[in-house]
């Protein structure tokens, strides 16, 4: 899946397939994620939290909404261990 760059202190890059409603997240930590079943409102709310700011709201957006929502696949394990506790299933 492409993944687009995105500006956050949290997230390297993120993808989207509509056809598939599945979410592609690349964390900074080198960890990749796929969520299935993810509408489309939902991504576009995701995208919407993104940013370089300290209150890491993207984290918190996605820790609200996606992480534990959806079923997730793992495709990359993390090489640092940077979000510990906000990842783990």
Do not use: W
Not at 43 to 68: C, P, Q, R, V
Request: proline letters at 3%; one cysteine or more.
């Amino acid at each position: 899946m492409d993944r687009e760059v995105v500006v956050s202190v949290s997230v390297r890059a993120i993808g989207y397939d509509a056809e598939t409603s599945t979410l592609e997240i690349e964390f900074c930590d080198s960890s990749i994620y796929q969520y299935s079943g993810v509408p489309k409102e939902v991504f576009a709310g995701f995208l919407d939290s993104m940013g370089l700011n300290l209150e890491k709201t993207d984290l918190k957006y996605f820790s609200e909404h996606i992480k534990g929502q959806y079923p997730q696949k793992t495709m990359r394990r993390p090489r640092l261990n940077l979000f510990k506790g906000v990842l783990d299933t």
